[in-house]
């Protein structure tokens, strides 16, 4: 029974998944797939935590450009204020 999602097409079910398991215990041996296994799980591994970092680091330039923002509208809010002053003093 093939199930189909819009992005990868028709994925293989039960009895599709044991021909599949049969070709790599041919292709690999018996003693080979454990390694295989492990070997893939490392690398999943390894590029869950690059995914990880480049959110983090994402983040981390989203938060600095909120903080920049908000530091250049208090910068822009005490410049009015001090032209407003200055504005006020020169009419006195």
């Known amino acids: ?16 998944m044991l021909i599949i398991l049969l070709v790599l215990v041919l292709l690999f041996g018996a003693n080979k797939i454990p390694k295989l296994a492990r070997s893939t799980g490392q690398a999943m591994g390894e590029f869950k935590k690059g995914r990880e970092q480049v959110e983090e680091e994402l983040q981390e330039m989203q ?30």
Do not use: C, R, W, Y
């Open 1 to 16: 029974m093939l199930t189909t999602l819009p992005l990868f097409g028709a994925i293989p079910g039960g009895p599709e």
């Open 63 to 92: 938060e600095g450009e909120t903080a920049d923002e908000d530091a250049q509208i208090a910068a822009d809010s005490t410049e009015s204020t001090d032209a407003e002053v200055e504005t006020d003093a020169e009419k006195n």
